[in-house]
């Protein structure tokens, strides 16, 4: 299906003009052909005024980015999508699948100022009716997808969430060739969502390879969200393409472990941290030690034996490598 534009049909002022003047005209002539008896004429104004009202019906008014997508006893008549007046054949009727659907989304949580409701009240019981625009926006809208629970490449189940900023560029698809545009969207975000996740671990990890070239690399969900996102936009955009849609960004709004495991993963990092800030003292401090001997041995302060040295070593690394300020020990005597 490819779209069609509609774009000279901007003359509903004028024709609106012109059907109040000839509604006019026949309430006047019905008037003077009663009062003159010329009841053929009268027949027929009478007519006009009853059916006069539906050429009002091909009135239609858009707003900017809106869109109005028409048809004509079944078939595809065009689009409407520059703001004006517009006056099309009464009898086309506006198209819009997903004009009743609410996402978590901006542009469709409230949307008090796109619907009349009517409240009809008889013999003590209330029926309401809503009347749904039908007009498609051409907005750049956000989708907030709802929270899933994935499984990451090492089996680890995780929490993840997803902003995507999206927008219709194509009525006519949107419109026939998916039965609901916006529930085909949602649900793409959902599996695009889980199929590149599973390809990444939470945090790097050795022997991962993340972009399917057969080399392991450092990609994670945590330290490249950036590029998880990009192709997380790329994988919606080759889903929704059929559907008229363009998928501007993608972004990461939530991550984090399961709430079964997120504890154990904690006391994990935690001593994944102390083991490298211990392996980082006991370097420092091997240094240290290894630049007193030479400085000790470079200006002959004292000449230590090999047993002297190792007591050395042994209390430089205590005091160095310990949690606590160390407490010295004076020793008035002999060393031995």
């Not at 902003?163 to 599996?191: G, H, I, P």
Request: with cysteine; aromatic share 6%; proline share 3%.
């Amino acid at each position: 299906m490819k779209e069609k534009i509609l774009d000279n049909r901007k003359n509903g002022f004028a024709m609106m003009l012109l059907f109040i003047g000839l509604y006019v005209a026949s309430v006047c002539v019905c008037i003077l052909s009663s009062i003159s008896m010329i009841w053929p004429v009268m027949v027929l104004s009478i007519i006009y005024m009853s059916v006069g009202w539906i050429p009002l019906m091909g009135l239609k008014v858009l707003k900017p980015q809106e869109a109005l997508v028409l048809t004509l006893f079944g078939k595809y008549v065009g689009t409407l999508k520059d703001a004006g007046f517009y006056f099309v054949n009464p009898f086309c009727v506006s198209v819009n699948p997903a004009a009743r659907t609410k996402l978590n989304q901006s542009g469709d949580v409230d949307g008090s100022s796109s619907r009349i409701r009517l409240s009809l009240s008889s013999n003590g019981a209330a029926a309401e009716t809503q009347m749904v625009s039908r007009k498609i926006s051409l907005k750049v809208m956000t989708l907030n997808n709802n929270r899933q629970k994935i499984n990451d490449c090492l089996g680890n189940p995780v929490e993840i969430g997803i902003a995507v900023m999206w927008r219709v560029t194509d009525t006519a698809k949107a419109v026939f060739n998916v039965d609901n545009y916006k529930e085909y969207l949602s649900l793409q975000c959902d599996s695009a969502l889980r199929n590149i996740v599973r390809l990444y671990p939470y945090d790097v990890a050795p022997n991962v390879d993340t972009t399917g070239d057969g080399i392991a690399d450092e990609g994670s969900l945590r330290g490249s969200s950036e590029i998880v996102a990009e192709r997380i936009r790329g994988e919606i955009q080759s889903k929704v393409e059929n559907a008229g849609l363009e998928i501007i960004e993608a972004r990461i709004t939530y991550l984090a472990y399961a709430p079964e495991i997120a504890a154990v993963m904690l006391q994990r990092q935690q001593a994944s941290a102390i083991i490298d800030a211990r392996k980082m003292i006991v370097d420092g401090a091997v240094g240290m030690v290894e630049m007193a001997l030479e400085r000790l041995k470079e200006n002959n302060v004292v000449d230590l034996d090999d047993e002297r040295k190792a007591v050395m070593v042994s209390n430089l690394l205590v005091v160095l490598c310990g949690n606590h300020d160390a407490q010295p020990v004076v020793n008035s005597g002999s060393l031995y």
